[in-house]
Protein backbone atom coordinates (compact mmCIF):
# COMPACT_ATOMS: atom_id res chain seq x y z
CA UNK A 1 0.00 0.00 0.00
CA UNK A 2 2.65 2.56 0.79
CA UNK A 3 5.05 1.85 -1.61
CA UNK A 4 2.06 1.99 -4.67
CA UNK A 5 1.23 5.46 -2.72
CA UNK A 6 4.93 6.44 -2.89
CA UNK A 7 5.27 5.46 -6.30
CA UNK A 8 2.24 7.22 -7.28
CA UNK A 9 3.49 10.28 -6.07
CA UNK A 10 7.03 9.74 -7.42
CA UNK A 11 5.02 9.55 -10.76
CA UNK A 12 3.01 12.79 -10.02
CA UNK A 13 6.18 14.59 -9.58
CA UNK A 14 8.04 13.14 -12.26
CA UNK A 15 4.99 14.23 -14.73
CA UNK A 16 5.38 17.80 -12.97
CA UNK A 17 8.72 18.34 -13.22
CA UNK A 18 8.69 17.27 -16.69
CA UNK A 19 5.84 19.83 -17.49
CA UNK A 20 7.91 22.68 -16.01
CA UNK A 21 10.62 21.88 -17.95
CA UNK A 22 8.93 21.59 -20.92
CA UNK A 23 7.25 25.09 -20.45
CA UNK A 24 10.21 26.70 -19.71
CA UNK A 25 11.90 25.19 -22.69
CA UNK A 26 8.73 26.15 -25.20
CA UNK A 27 9.56 29.87 -23.19
CA UNK A 28 12.95 29.72 -24.18
CA UNK A 29 12.38 28.88 -27.46
CA UNK A 30 10.05 31.16 -28.67
CA UNK A 31 11.57 34.24 -26.90
CA UNK A 32 12.50 35.43 -30.08
CA UNK A 33 9.35 34.49 -32.08
CA UNK A 34 7.82 36.16 -34.96
CA UNK A 35 4.78 37.94 -35.12
CA UNK A 36 2.12 36.31 -38.37
CA UNK A 37 -1.33 36.14 -39.95
CA UNK A 38 -2.16 33.20 -41.49
CA UNK A 39 -3.19 33.99 -44.98
CA UNK A 40 -4.54 30.85 -46.30
CA UNK A 41 -4.81 27.24 -45.30
CA UNK A 42 -5.54 24.51 -47.37
CA UNK A 43 -5.95 21.45 -44.40
CA UNK A 44 -3.34 21.04 -42.66
CA UNK A 45 -1.37 23.83 -44.81
CA UNK A 46 -0.83 27.11 -44.05
CA UNK A 47 0.45 30.06 -45.16
CA UNK A 48 1.78 33.00 -42.76
CA UNK A 49 2.44 36.51 -43.62
CA UNK A 50 5.10 38.04 -41.66
CA UNK A 51 4.24 40.81 -39.35
CA UNK A 52 7.17 41.50 -37.40
CA UNK A 53 10.77 40.79 -38.64
CA UNK A 54 13.98 39.11 -36.30
CA UNK A 55 16.57 41.49 -35.39
CA UNK A 56 19.28 41.19 -36.01
CA UNK A 57 18.15 38.92 -39.31
CA UNK A 58 19.85 35.73 -39.29
CA UNK A 59 23.03 36.19 -41.58
CA UNK A 60 23.31 34.34 -45.02
CA UNK A 61 25.72 31.70 -45.12
CA UNK A 62 28.76 32.90 -47.27
CA UNK A 63 30.14 30.58 -49.69
CA UNK A 64 33.54 30.38 -51.18
CA UNK A 65 33.79 31.70 -54.91
CA UNK A 66 32.92 29.73 -57.46
CA UNK A 67 30.54 27.64 -55.03
CA UNK A 68 26.13 27.80 -55.84
CA UNK A 69 24.64 29.52 -53.72
CA UNK A 70 23.04 27.97 -51.60
CA UNK A 71 18.97 28.39 -50.84
CA UNK A 72 18.09 31.55 -48.28
CA UNK A 73 14.91 33.53 -48.59
CA UNK A 74 15.23 36.66 -46.20
CA UNK A 75 12.82 37.01 -43.54
CA UNK A 76 10.52 40.27 -45.00
CA UNK A 77 7.63 42.37 -43.79
CA UNK A 78 4.62 41.02 -45.55
CA UNK A 79 6.41 38.14 -46.63
CA UNK A 80 4.30 34.83 -46.98
CA UNK A 81 6.23 31.67 -45.71
CA UNK A 82 4.37 27.73 -46.05
CA UNK A 83 4.22 26.64 -42.36
CA UNK A 84 4.00 23.25 -40.34
CA UNK A 85 2.32 23.84 -36.85
CA UNK A 86 3.68 22.42 -33.56
CA UNK A 87 1.48 19.30 -32.84
CA UNK A 88 -0.03 20.43 -29.85
CA UNK A 89 -1.79 23.77 -31.33
CA UNK A 90 -5.47 23.37 -32.17
CA UNK A 91 -6.58 23.36 -36.28
CA UNK A 92 -5.19 26.78 -37.30
CA UNK A 93 -7.15 28.71 -39.87
CA UNK A 94 -7.17 31.85 -42.30
CA UNK A 95 -7.47 34.73 -40.03
CA UNK A 96 -5.20 33.22 -37.34
CA UNK A 97 -3.09 35.61 -35.58
CA UNK A 98 0.18 33.38 -34.63
CA UNK A 99 3.77 32.93 -33.09
CA UNK A 100 6.27 31.22 -35.70
CA UNK A 101 9.55 31.25 -36.90
CA UNK A 102 10.64 30.98 -40.13
CA UNK A 103 13.93 29.37 -41.62
CA UNK A 104 15.66 31.29 -44.30
CA UNK A 105 17.81 28.31 -45.13
CA UNK A 106 14.72 26.34 -46.22
CA UNK A 107 11.86 28.97 -46.71
CA UNK A 108 9.40 27.11 -44.45
CA UNK A 109 8.44 28.00 -41.03
CA UNK A 110 7.04 26.61 -38.00
CA UNK A 111 4.04 28.23 -35.87
CA UNK A 112 4.38 27.76 -32.46
CA UNK A 113 1.41 29.70 -30.78
CA UNK A 114 -1.90 30.79 -31.83
CA UNK A 115 -3.31 34.32 -30.38
CA UNK A 116 -6.47 34.49 -28.81
CA UNK A 117 -9.61 34.66 -31.43
CA UNK A 118 -12.17 37.48 -31.34
CA UNK A 119 -14.30 35.44 -33.57
CA UNK A 120 -14.68 32.08 -35.08
CA UNK A 121 -16.75 31.08 -38.45
CA UNK A 122 -17.10 27.14 -38.80
CA UNK A 123 -19.73 24.92 -40.86
CA UNK A 124 -20.13 21.39 -40.43
CA UNK A 125 -17.83 19.25 -42.33
CA UNK A 126 -19.85 15.65 -44.33
CA UNK A 127 -19.32 14.02 -41.33
CA UNK A 128 -21.80 16.58 -38.73
CA UNK A 129 -18.79 17.78 -37.01
CA UNK A 130 -18.00 21.20 -36.89
CA UNK A 131 -14.92 22.77 -38.74
CA UNK A 132 -13.41 25.96 -37.66
CA UNK A 133 -13.16 28.19 -41.40
CA UNK A 134 -11.92 31.54 -40.58
CA UNK A 135 -10.82 33.32 -37.46
CA UNK A 136 -10.56 37.01 -36.94
CA UNK A 137 -13.58 38.28 -39.02
CA UNK A 138 -14.79 41.56 -37.40
CA UNK A 139 -17.70 42.33 -40.06
CA UNK A 140 -19.96 40.72 -42.17
CA UNK A 141 -21.43 41.80 -45.13
CA UNK A 142 -24.60 40.60 -46.42
CA UNK A 143 -25.00 41.54 -50.04
CA UNK A 144 -28.68 41.33 -51.34
CA UNK A 145 -29.78 43.06 -54.38
CA UNK A 146 -32.69 44.49 -56.51
CA UNK A 147 -31.87 41.72 -58.54
CA UNK A 148 -31.89 38.94 -58.15
CA UNK A 149 -35.08 39.77 -55.98
CA UNK A 150 -34.37 39.01 -52.48
CA UNK A 151 -35.53 36.68 -50.20
CA UNK A 152 -35.94 38.71 -47.03
CA UNK A 153 -36.23 35.29 -45.01
CA UNK A 154 -32.69 34.72 -46.42
CA UNK A 155 -31.75 37.91 -45.26
CA UNK A 156 -32.97 37.26 -41.68
CA UNK A 157 -31.59 33.78 -41.57
CA UNK A 158 -27.80 35.47 -42.32
CA UNK A 159 -28.93 38.06 -39.55
CA UNK A 160 -29.50 35.25 -37.17
CA UNK A 161 -26.35 33.44 -38.02
CA UNK A 162 -24.09 37.05 -37.30
CA UNK A 163 -25.68 37.40 -34.36
CA UNK A 164 -24.71 33.65 -33.26
CA UNK A 165 -20.83 33.77 -34.46
CA UNK A 166 -21.14 37.44 -32.38
CA UNK A 167 -20.24 39.39 -34.89
CA UNK A 168 -21.67 42.12 -36.42
CA UNK A 169 -23.51 42.35 -39.60
CA UNK A 170 -23.87 45.59 -42.43
CA UNK A 171 -26.69 45.13 -44.76
CA UNK A 172 -24.90 46.62 -48.42
CA UNK A 173 -28.38 46.56 -50.93
CA UNK A 174 -26.35 46.63 -54.34
CA UNK A 175 -27.36 47.05 -58.13
CA UNK A 176 -29.02 50.29 -57.35
CA UNK A 177 -29.03 51.45 -60.51
CA UNK A 178 -31.65 49.38 -61.20
CA UNK A 179 -33.48 50.45 -58.55
CA UNK A 180 -37.11 52.30 -59.65
CA UNK A 181 -38.00 55.65 -58.06
CA UNK A 182 -40.49 54.14 -55.04
CA UNK A 183 -39.14 50.76 -55.16
CA UNK A 184 -40.39 48.51 -52.57
CA UNK A 185 -36.85 47.46 -51.98
CA UNK A 186 -36.16 50.81 -50.41
CA UNK A 187 -38.63 50.45 -47.76
CA UNK A 188 -37.25 46.97 -47.41
CA UNK A 189 -34.13 49.18 -46.38
CA UNK A 190 -36.26 51.52 -44.74
CA UNK A 191 -37.32 48.09 -42.64
CA UNK A 192 -33.83 47.32 -41.53
CA UNK A 193 -32.75 50.62 -40.03
CA UNK A 194 -35.33 50.81 -38.10
CA UNK A 195 -34.72 47.50 -36.42
CA UNK A 196 -31.30 48.74 -35.66
CA UNK A 197 -29.38 47.17 -38.90
CA UNK A 198 -26.53 49.04 -40.35
CA UNK A 199 -27.84 49.36 -44.14
CA UNK A 200 -25.62 51.04 -47.33
CA UNK A 201 -27.16 50.91 -51.08
CA UNK A 202 -24.20 50.28 -54.06
CA UNK A 203 -23.44 49.90 -57.07
CA UNK A 204 -20.52 47.71 -57.89
CA UNK A 205 -18.92 49.88 -60.35
CA UNK A 206 -20.54 53.09 -58.42
CA UNK A 207 -18.43 55.25 -55.94
CA UNK A 208 -17.85 52.66 -53.15
CA UNK A 209 -16.05 55.56 -50.76
CA UNK A 210 -18.46 55.21 -48.41
CA UNK A 211 -18.16 50.94 -48.10
CA UNK A 212 -14.22 51.12 -48.28
CA UNK A 213 -14.57 53.97 -45.23
CA UNK A 214 -16.73 51.06 -42.93
CA UNK A 215 -14.35 48.29 -44.33
CA UNK A 216 -11.29 49.96 -42.63
CA UNK A 217 -9.74 48.09 -39.56
CA UNK A 218 -11.85 45.59 -40.10
CA UNK A 219 -11.72 41.77 -41.23
CA UNK A 220 -14.76 41.38 -43.37
CA UNK A 221 -16.05 38.25 -45.02
CA UNK A 222 -18.85 38.74 -47.57
CA UNK A 223 -22.24 36.87 -48.23
CA UNK A 224 -25.30 36.59 -49.69
CA UNK A 225 -27.43 34.93 -52.42
CA UNK A 226 -25.26 33.64 -55.64
CA UNK A 227 -25.80 36.83 -58.57
CA UNK A 228 -25.96 39.83 -56.14
CA UNK A 229 -22.77 40.86 -56.85
CA UNK A 230 -20.25 39.79 -54.23
CA UNK A 231 -17.66 39.19 -56.49
CA UNK A 232 -18.14 42.42 -58.33
CA UNK A 233 -18.09 44.46 -55.23
CA UNK A 234 -14.99 42.39 -54.31
CA UNK A 235 -13.52 43.69 -57.38
CA UNK A 236 -14.09 46.97 -57.16
CA UNK A 237 -12.62 47.18 -53.50
CA UNK A 238 -9.65 44.99 -54.09
CA UNK A 239 -8.51 44.84 -57.47
CA UNK A 240 -6.06 42.42 -56.59
CA UNK A 241 -8.30 40.02 -55.53
CA UNK A 242 -9.37 38.81 -59.12
CA UNK A 243 -12.73 37.13 -57.92
CA UNK A 244 -14.17 35.22 -61.13
CA UNK A 245 -18.03 36.75 -61.91
CA UNK A 246 -21.33 35.77 -63.20
CA UNK A 247 -20.12 32.04 -63.82
CA UNK A 248 -23.47 30.59 -63.83
CA UNK A 249 -22.30 26.86 -63.78
CA UNK A 250 -20.14 27.48 -61.21
CA UNK A 251 -19.03 24.03 -59.76
CA UNK A 252 -20.71 25.19 -56.05
CA UNK A 253 -24.09 24.54 -58.13
CA UNK A 254 -22.87 20.67 -58.63
CA UNK A 255 -22.19 20.76 -54.47
CA UNK A 256 -18.47 20.90 -54.90
CA UNK A 257 -16.12 23.73 -55.22
CA UNK A 258 -13.07 24.91 -57.59
CA UNK A 259 -10.81 25.29 -54.28
CA UNK A 260 -11.01 24.40 -50.58
CA UNK A 261 -8.87 26.64 -49.41
CA UNK A 262 -9.85 30.29 -47.65
CA UNK A 263 -7.60 33.10 -48.32
CA UNK A 264 -7.20 36.43 -46.70
CA UNK A 265 -6.60 39.59 -49.38
CA UNK A 266 -5.54 42.69 -47.44
CA UNK A 267 -7.83 45.76 -47.93
CA UNK A 268 -5.35 49.07 -48.04
CA UNK A 269 -2.93 48.69 -44.85
CA UNK A 270 -5.53 48.00 -41.90
CA UNK A 271 -8.36 45.92 -43.44
CA UNK A 272 -8.75 42.18 -44.88
CA UNK A 273 -11.20 40.18 -46.77
CA UNK A 274 -11.42 36.70 -45.76
CA UNK A 275 -13.03 34.77 -48.86
CA UNK A 276 -13.95 30.71 -49.22
CA UNK A 277 -16.01 28.52 -50.61
CA UNK A 278 -17.07 27.72 -46.75
CA UNK A 279 -18.15 31.34 -46.18
CA UNK A 280 -20.42 31.86 -48.90
CA UNK A 281 -22.43 29.40 -47.54
CA UNK A 282 -22.41 30.84 -44.07
CA UNK A 283 -25.72 31.61 -42.59
CA UNK A 284 -26.92 28.26 -44.93
CA UNK A 285 -25.76 25.72 -42.29
CA UNK A 286 -28.08 24.05 -39.55
CA UNK A 287 -28.68 26.39 -37.01
CA UNK A 288 -29.90 25.23 -33.35
CA UNK A 289 -33.68 26.25 -32.12
CA UNK A 290 -32.57 28.58 -29.36
CA UNK A 291 -30.39 30.84 -31.79
CA UNK A 292 -33.05 31.55 -33.79
CA UNK A 293 -34.45 33.45 -30.76
CA UNK A 294 -31.91 35.63 -30.30
CA UNK A 295 -31.14 36.76 -33.89
CA UNK A 296 -34.66 38.47 -34.06
CA UNK A 297 -34.49 40.67 -30.97
CA UNK A 298 -37.71 42.50 -31.38
CA UNK A 299 -39.44 39.30 -30.96
CA UNK A 300 -37.51 37.68 -28.20
CA UNK A 301 -38.81 40.86 -26.65
CA UNK A 302 -42.06 39.93 -26.38
CA UNK A 303 -41.61 36.06 -26.11
CA UNK A 304 -43.09 34.55 -23.38
CA UNK A 305 -45.69 37.00 -23.18
CA UNK A 306 -48.44 34.91 -25.30
CA UNK A 307 -50.72 33.22 -22.92
CA UNK A 308 -50.03 29.62 -23.39
CA UNK A 309 -46.88 29.10 -22.87
CA UNK A 310 -46.31 26.31 -25.89
CA UNK A 311 -47.73 29.19 -27.88
CA UNK A 312 -46.98 28.20 -31.66
CA UNK A 313 -47.70 31.79 -32.62
CA UNK A 314 -50.28 30.37 -35.12
CA UNK A 315 -53.73 30.01 -34.41
CA UNK A 316 -53.77 31.43 -31.09
CA UNK A 317 -56.52 34.20 -30.28
CA UNK A 318 -54.92 35.56 -27.46
CA UNK A 319 -50.72 35.26 -28.90
CA UNK A 320 -48.39 38.30 -27.93
CA UNK A 321 -46.74 38.31 -30.89
CA UNK A 322 -49.61 37.99 -33.35
CA UNK A 323 -50.86 41.07 -30.95
CA UNK A 324 -47.05 42.88 -31.51
CA UNK A 325 -47.67 42.80 -34.99
CA UNK A 326 -51.04 44.09 -34.68
CA UNK A 327 -49.75 46.86 -32.93
CA UNK A 328 -46.74 47.86 -35.81
CA UNK A 329 -44.53 46.55 -32.81
CA UNK A 330 -43.33 43.87 -35.12
CA UNK A 331 -43.44 43.36 -38.94
CA UNK A 332 -45.48 40.26 -39.69
CA UNK A 333 -42.85 39.64 -42.36
CA UNK A 334 -40.21 39.45 -39.29
CA UNK A 335 -42.51 36.91 -37.37
CA UNK A 336 -43.37 34.91 -40.78
CA UNK A 337 -39.73 34.56 -41.04
CA UNK A 338 -39.26 33.57 -37.30
CA UNK A 339 -41.90 30.86 -37.51
CA UNK A 340 -40.92 29.75 -41.32
CA UNK A 341 -37.23 29.32 -39.43
CA UNK A 342 -38.48 27.61 -36.13
CA UNK A 343 -40.32 24.89 -38.55
CA UNK A 344 -37.45 24.33 -40.67
CA UNK A 345 -35.27 23.46 -37.88
CA UNK A 346 -38.10 21.73 -36.06
CA UNK A 347 -38.56 19.47 -39.11
CA UNK A 348 -34.98 19.06 -39.35
CA UNK A 349 -34.39 17.59 -35.58
CA UNK A 350 -37.55 15.64 -36.48
CA UNK A 351 -35.78 13.73 -39.38
CA UNK A 352 -32.61 13.14 -37.41
N1 LIG B 1 -26.79 46.26 -62.88
C1 LIG B 1 -25.83 45.81 -62.06
N2 LIG B 1 -25.30 44.59 -62.26
C2 LIG B 1 -24.35 44.15 -61.41
C3 LIG B 1 -23.88 44.95 -60.33
N3 LIG B 1 -22.96 44.24 -59.66
C4 LIG B 1 -22.83 43.06 -60.29
N4 LIG B 1 -23.68 43.00 -61.35
C5 LIG B 1 -23.84 41.85 -62.27
O1 LIG B 1 -24.49 40.79 -61.59
C6 LIG B 1 -24.00 39.53 -62.02
C7 LIG B 1 -23.52 38.70 -60.85
O2 LIG B 1 -22.41 39.33 -60.23
P1 LIG B 1 -21.33 38.56 -59.33
O3 LIG B 1 -20.38 39.59 -58.88
O4 LIG B 1 -20.79 37.39 -60.06
O5 LIG B 1 -22.25 38.06 -58.14
P2 LIG B 1 -21.90 37.02 -56.96
O6 LIG B 1 -22.49 35.71 -57.39
O7 LIG B 1 -22.62 37.54 -55.76
O8 LIG B 1 -20.43 36.98 -56.79
C8 LIG B 1 -22.90 39.85 -63.03
O9 LIG B 1 -23.45 39.75 -64.33
C9 LIG B 1 -22.52 41.27 -62.72
O10 LIG B 1 -22.02 41.94 -63.86
C10 LIG B 1 -24.46 46.26 -60.17
O11 LIG B 1 -24.13 47.02 -59.25
N5 LIG B 1 -25.42 46.63 -61.05
MG1 LIG C 1 -19.10 35.33 -56.88
ZN1 LIG D 1 -47.81 33.39 -29.33
Known sequence: ?????????????KRRIEKQHKSRQEELDTSNDLEGLVVQHY?????????????????????????????????????VWRCHTRTNLELLVTGDKVKWQADPNTGLGIITAI????????????????????????LIVIVFAVLPEPAPTLIDRYLVACND???????????TDLLKDDDHLLKLVQEYRNLGYEVMLTQSD??????KQRLENETVAFVGQSGVGKS???????????????????????????????????????????????????????????KIDAGFPEISDVLGHCQ?????????????????VEENKILARRLTSYLRLIDEITEAQQKS
Open 232 to 290: SLINSIVPEALQKTNIISENSALGQHTTTSTRLIKIGENSALIDSPGIREFGLWHLDLE
Open 308 to 324: YRNCTHTHEKKCALKQA
Open 1 to 13: MALIRKRRLTDQQ
Open 43 to 79: GRQLEVQALTIPNPHPEKPIVATGEPEPFWKPIELGS
Open 165 to 175: ADIPALLVLNK
Open 206 to 211: GDLTEL
Open 115 to 138: HPRTSLLTRPDRYHKVKPVAANVS
